[in-house]
T-cell receptor
């Protein structure tokens, strides 16, 4: 998805917080998503946020949405080795069936 | 529930060969999708089927055809494979009834075209 941008790599120490950032360009996005892909597997939905929300928290995950700057972030508290994966940001627009994905951020958790 | 299943898991083809990637879902979802994943490019939509009996092109449809065989099954065909089609292919399904368009993904097919 050329309209959704993410940094490609993030390295974090075990126990620290991870913050993965994403920018999108379409102001009419209705839902924004975070997917996780573990090695050799398909994508799994972690969480999503409706565009009229600023924040969503789900256990160790916190999603922040800044609509003015078209910026989405995912914070993972107390990062564990099992959090090592590729994280994709995605947006859907209006009633569209289609999702537009970013290139993915590879998160590596080091001991 | 098996969720979304894909066959085969791996495939090697020679340039010009044809093959069909199979996908099935048991969640009674209306919509199904085919994506390809290439390094540094995320997922790109090839084709999708909003409901049984309909198919539409996505972002990168050239070189592919699809068939929505029934509500459960959505296949992707490469008529004449090219090295540029070396990729990981993912099938997904969703049900828009509740909004939010959460898509459920299969485990992928890793295709190499020589």
């Amino acid at each position: 998805g050329e309209d959704v941008e993410q940094s490609l790599f993030l390295s974090v120490r075990e126990g620290d917080s991870s913050v993965i950032n994403c920018t999108y360009t379409d102001s009419s996005s209705t839902y924004l998503y975070w997917y996780k892909q573990e090695p050799g597997a398909g994508l799994q939905l972690l969480t999503y946020i409706f565009s009229n929300m600023d924040m969503k928290q789900d256990q160790r995950l916190t999603v922040l949405l800044n609509k003015k700057d078209k910026h989405l972030s995912l914070r993972i508290a107390d990062t564990q080795t099992g959090d090592s994966a590729i994280y994709f940001c995605a947006e859907s627009i209006g009633e569209s069936y289609k999702l537009s994905f970013g290139a993915g951020t590879t998160v590596t958790v080091r001991a | 529930n098996a969720g979304v299943t894909q066959t085969p898991k791996f495939q090697v083809l020679k340039t010009g060969q044809s093959m069909t990637l199979q996908c099935a879902q048991d969640m009674n979802h209306n919509s199904m999708y085919w994506y390809r994943q290439d390094p540094g490019m995320g997922l790109r939509l090839i084709y999708y089927s909003a409901s049984e009996g309909t198919t539409d092109k996505g972002e990168v449809p050239n070189g592919y055809n699809v068939s929505r065989l029934n509500k459960r099954e959505f296949s992707l065909r490469l008529e004449s494979a090219a090295p540029s089609q070396t990729s990981v292919y993912f099938c997904a399904s969703s049900d828009l009834a509740g909004g939010g368009n959460e898509q459920f993904f299969g485990p992928g097919t890793r295709l190499t075209v020589l």
